[in-house]
């Protein structure tokens, strides 16, 4: 799992965070961090993390997005249904959305805001229980960047889970 840099800070999103500034070249990712993202903490809908450099700390040069969901059972892959309970619909934690910068993609930034979106989850979990955190890729680039870091892929299908035995793993490793 990647590790923190002293050089970098993931925060949760504020209304000093310039978020118009904001581009990783997909439309709906930056549309959402500029026009709904604010709104969607006001509301609770969305908890908003950002990732910054200290001593600039309004440029966001990453964001994701967590929030509460649930799977039904035949979604879970089979690899992952040993970990899970058998309820018609299993709680999950879900990353909604994920982004860098353009400027700064393929520097690791990507897998720093999943390790930290892995450690939050971890955290919450003793209070509102959840048995995986779920993702659904945009496409198959995305899929690869979920798969190089630990989640399995459900069959034909872009979505991708990490179950939570497998999370216990990486965050007390
Ligand atoms: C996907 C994304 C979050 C990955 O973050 P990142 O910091 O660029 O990725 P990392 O440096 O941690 O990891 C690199 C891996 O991510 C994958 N990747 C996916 N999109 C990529 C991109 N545009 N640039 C570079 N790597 C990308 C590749 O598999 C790459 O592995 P490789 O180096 O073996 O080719 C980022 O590239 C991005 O914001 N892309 C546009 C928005 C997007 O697709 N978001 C995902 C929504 S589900």
Known sequence: MAVRRPDLRIEALAPHHDRSGFSCGIDSLD???????????RRKANGVFVLVEP????????????????????DVPVAARKHVPRYPLVSAILVGRLAVCEAR?????????????????????STVGASMLVVDAINERAAAFYEGNGFLRL?????????????????KS
């Open 105 to 125: 993609q393929g520097q690791r930034l990507g897998a720093m805001l999943l390790a930290d979106a892995v450690r939050r989850t971890y955290a919450t979990v």
């Open 155 to 171: 069959p034909d299908s872009l979505r991708l889970v990490l179950p939570m035995d497998v999370i216990k793993g990486m965050v």
């Open 55 to 74: 001593d600039r700390p309004d440029v966001v040069l990453g964001y994701y997005t967590l929030c509460a969901t649930g799977l039904p059972h035949g």
């Open 31 to 41: 549309r959402y961090f500029r026009t709904q993202a604010g709104q969607d903490v």
